[in-house]
């Protein structure tokens, strides 16, 4: 059985920091590209941050580039998205997903498991 499990949302203020992790089991982890994607209400969800299986390639949506920067260990099976000077506008449910190539990638036809999302809210 497949699990991503996110953790790390809450509330926080404009210009705060916040890390998110994604505990991963069930899949062979250091073999795929894992990502983060968010959806705010009423919109599509949309990518965040991508990193190949050894982690030594990542690509960012241009919204976060410069302020995010997303990780991996694999001997952890975890993924992780650091986040600084945090907007309103990054408020949204994060969702941890695995790839089913292991290249990085943005697009989300590409990601075969989810997780259950975990709210991030910047209050300005």
């Known amino acids: 059985q497949v699990q991503l499990v996110e953790s790390g949302g809450g509330l926080v203020q404009a210009g705060d920091s916040r890390r998110l992790s994604c505990a991963v089991s069930?899949?062979?982890?250091?073999?795929?590209?894992m990502g983060w994607f968010r959806q705010a209400p009423g919109k599509e969800r949309e990518f965040v941050a991508s990193i190949n299986w050894s982690g030594g390639s990542t690509k960012y949506a241009d919204s976060v580039k410069g302020r995010f920067t997303i990780s991996r260990v694999n001997a952890q099976n975890t993924v992780y998205l650091q986040m600084n000077s945090l907007k309103p506008e990054d408020t949204a449910v994060y969702y941890c997903?695995?790839?089913?190539?292991?290249?990085?990638?943005?697009?989300?036809?590409?990601?075969?498991?989810w997780g259950q999302g975990t709210q991030v809210t910047v209050s300005s």
């Open positions: 997903a695995a790839a089913v190539i292991a290249a990085s990638s943005s697009l989300i036809v590409n990601y075969k498991y």
């Open positions: 069930g899949i062979s982890f250091s073999s795929y590209a």
